[in-house]
Structure formats: structure tokens, C-alpha cells
């Protein structure tokens, strides 16, 4: 049982560049979330998707675009990367949307530079 | 409004001595409480949660937690460190229909032989 899978485990990008993070669960979760994680700060909220088709703006949005592709995947886009985007990207899962008393799942991150 | 506070940013204790993790809250409402750990280059795992239940919390690995109401603290406890133990833990507070959850900035256990 892989839980959530994320792919790349490791980017170097220039600013200006495009990439997608990809996402995968496989607990037949509804809701899937992106999460960035700076030094000496908890996790920030990017974009969630509460169930297939749709998706909402979290804490951060600014600077990234998100795809629900089916109840699995998760993809998570930064059009024109700047530096200000180095971080470490986690992709996690409930079954329930945002629900206070539900469990999340995290997959072992996506570790990105911006140079 | 809410938040949470991880009072210390960096633990370090020697194997087999008691582990505390201190989280102090704030909320509004009654919250949910959550403690997740890293491991590194891994995901978060969760530890075990507060959902208004018992006060006094078990999870894995031999750790609990106490919700405190009077004080808004949730610390994290374990009688005895193991080496693996080593790793980041964070604090999480939500609360019901406010759709967020509030990540503290981790505390950074370190278990020394």
C-alpha cells in the first residue's frame, strides 16, 4: 500500500522556468492538499481540492496552479518559478475536506530550488 | 482567530530520559489538536489527536499527549527516548467548520546515545 506518492523528489529549476509536481493517493480519499514547507515555519496551505473537479485557493495560492485529474492525482504547476518559491512541497490527503477531526496523509515531499 | 506556538524550536535528550514537547494554543472554539512527525526526508506522520474526547491522549510509538483547557497547551510526552525518536514534530490545531488547519513551526528532537 503506497499511500501518497509524489514525483520528483528533488527539482533545480531557474527562475522562469515551468514544472509540474505530481501527486498520487491511493486511499480513495476525496480531498487532496498542497502544502509548502519554508525553515522555521509550519506548513502553508497552497490549493485544495475537496473531490474531483474541483479546487480551492488555500493560504498561499499566488504564483501556482493546481489540477484535480481524477480522485487520484493532484498535480501542483508553477508557470514561471522564482526564487521565492524554494521549498519543500508536501501533497497530503483526507477523506473528508478540511474536516477539523480528520486524519491527513503526507507523502514524502518534493524538495524544489529556485535559482 | 487561531494559532499554535511550539515553545521550543530545537530538544535534545539522552536515551532513555522522559521527552517534552511543549504546544500552547489558541482558539476561539473548542479546537481539534494533532501532533504529525517527520522523519527526515519523509512525509508527516500522524502521533495520535485530541477531538474532545479523553484529556489524556495515546498514540504510537508510546507517546501521548494531555489537552489542558486552563492553560491552551497540548504537550507532546513520551516516559522514555529511543533513537529513533529523533525527528521533527508539529503541533496542528483546527477547529470545526473554520477549514484550516494551523500548523506550528516543528520542534526538532534530537536523541543522543
Known amino acids: 500500500n503506497a499511500g501518497v506518492t509524489q514525483t520528483p523528489k528533488f527539482q533545480v529549476l531557474k527562475t522562469g522556468q515551468s514544472m509540474t509536481l505530481q501527486c498520487a493517493q491511493d486511499?480513495?480519499?476525496?480531498?487532496m492538499y498542497w502544502y509548502r514547507q519554508d525553515p522555521g515555519m509550519g506548513l502553508r496551505l497552497i490549493y485544495y481540492?475537496?473531490?474531483?473537479?474541483?479546487?480551492d485557493k488555500g493560504e498561499v495560492p499566488n504564483g501556482y496552479n493546481v489540477s484535480r485529474l481524477n480522485k487520484r492525482e493532484f498535480s501542483l504547476r508553477l508557470e514561471s518559478a522564482a526564487p521565492s518559491q524554494t521549498s519543500v512541497y508536501f501533497c497530503?490527503?483526507?477523506?473528508?475536506?478540511?474536516?477539523?477531526?480528520?486524519?491527513?496523509?503526507f507523502g514524502p515531499g518534493t524538495r524544489l530550488t529556485v535559482l | 482567530a487561531q494559532s499554535v506556538t511550539q515553545l521550543d524550536s530545537h530538544v535534545s535528550v539522552s536515551e532513555g530520559t522522559p521527552v517534552l514537547l511543549r504546544c500552547n494554543y489558541s482558539?476561539?472554539?473548542?479546537?481539534?489538536l494533532f501532533w504529525y512527525v517527520q522523519h527526515p526526508n519523509k512525509g508527516l506522520q500522524l502521533l495520535l489527536k485530541?477531538?474532545?474526547?479523553?484529556?489524556l491522549v495515546k498514540g504510537i510509538n508510546g507517546f501521548e499527549a494531555e489537552f489542558k483547557k486552563s492553560e491552551t497547551s497540548f504537550h507532546l510526552m513520551k516516559p522514555s527516548a529511543h533513537m529513533s525518536d529523533a525527528a521533527e514534530y508539529f503541533c496542528?490545531?483546527?477547529?470545526?467548520?473554520?477549514?484550516?488547519?494551523?500548523f506550528g513551526s516543528g520542534t526538532k528532537l534530537n536523541v543522543k546515545p
Open positions: 485530541y477531538t474532545s474526547a479523553a484529556t
Open positions: 481540492s475537496a473531490s474531483e473537479g474541483t479546487t
Open positions: 482558539s476561539s472554539y473548542s479546537p481539534s
Open positions: 497530503a490527503s483526507s477523506d473528508r475536506v478540511l474536516a477539523s477531526t480528520d486524519t491527513q496523509y
Open positions: 486511499m480513495n480519499h476525496n480531498s
Open positions: 496542528v490545531v483546527s477547529v470545526y467548520n473554520f477549514n484550516k488547519f494551523y
